[in-house]
């Protein structure tokens, strides 16, 4: 029973809204388009940061966990700092 519940997990979380490499790249994204044209944002409320920058470490532990490596590579880790 716990195998095949895991299974459907795994399959859910690699597919439902593009599965959690969109959600990892999209969340990126975000990061990407607010420092590049709203970057005040992130420096009069630096918590946002905090915000996706927890997003991207439970996506990619997520990621990990329930091996979502069908697109035959490593989930890359960022780092947070800096636009």
């Known amino acids: 029973m716990f195998n095949k519940k895991y299974q459907s997990v795994k399959q859910f979380i690699g597919k439902v809204e593009g ?4 959600r990892i790249d999209e969340n990126r ?5 607010l420092c590049k044209e709203c970057p005040e ?6 918590w946002v940061r905090g915000w996706l920058s927890s997003q991207d470490r439970f996506l990619v532990e997520l990621a990990e966990i329930t ?6 590579h490593h989930v890359r880790h960022v780092e947070w700092h800096g636009c």
Do not use: A, I
Not at 29 to 33: D, K, P, Y
Not at 41 to 46: N, T
């Open 41 to 46: 944002v992130l420096s009069e409320k630096p």
């Open 67 to 72: 091996e979502q490596d069908g697109r035959g």
């Open 29 to 33: 994204e975000l990061f990407e388009l």
């Open 19 to 22: 599965g959690v490499f969109k």
